[in-house]
């Protein structure tokens, strides 16, 4: 699976984005979704990740409330739409795809990994 991730930018606190995965090469559908996210100088961490059916959500709590994960299967498309951004929300943010079961909350379970997006909340 190839993944791009796409629309992160600068925006100022209180704000919103949205981001999106696009996924081309294999069974988009076959999927479990999740997007991490690694500030500078900290580990990628977990933000949130979206069953290959929709039917399934989790998000890190430090985000719960304020981003909310979709996907549509028909586009091969994920997204996270960010709202309420916060000065530390500030990082760059991956999408990635996991296949197999679990908690799909560390990096370690994801297979394929798109090449980040920046985003950049202003206090």
């Known amino acids: 699976v190839q993944l791009q991730a796409s629309g992160g930018g600068l925006v100022e606190a209180g704000g919103s984005l949205r981001l999106s995965c696009a996924a081309s090469?294999?069974?988009?559908?076959?999927?479990?979704m999740g997007w991490f996210r690694q500030a500078p100088g900290k580990e990628r961490e977990f933000v949130a990740v979206?069953?290959?059916?929709?039917?399934?959500?989790h998000y890190a709590d430090s985000v719960k409330g304020r981003f909310t994960i979709s996907r549509d299967n028909a586009k091969n498309t994920a997204y996270l739409q960010m709202n309420s951004l916060k000065p530390e929300d500030t990082a760059v943010y991956y999408c990635?795809?996991?296949?197999?079961?679990?908690?799909?909350?560390?990096?370690?379970?994801?297979?394929?990994w798109g090449q980040g997006t920046q985003v950049t909340v202003s206090s």
């Open positions: 979206i069953a290959w059916s929709g039917g399934g959500t």
């Open positions: 990635a795809t996991v296949l197999s079961a679990g908690a799909w909350t560390s990096i370690y379970e994801y297979d394929y």
């Open positions: 090469g294999r069974t988009f559908s076959n999927y479990n």
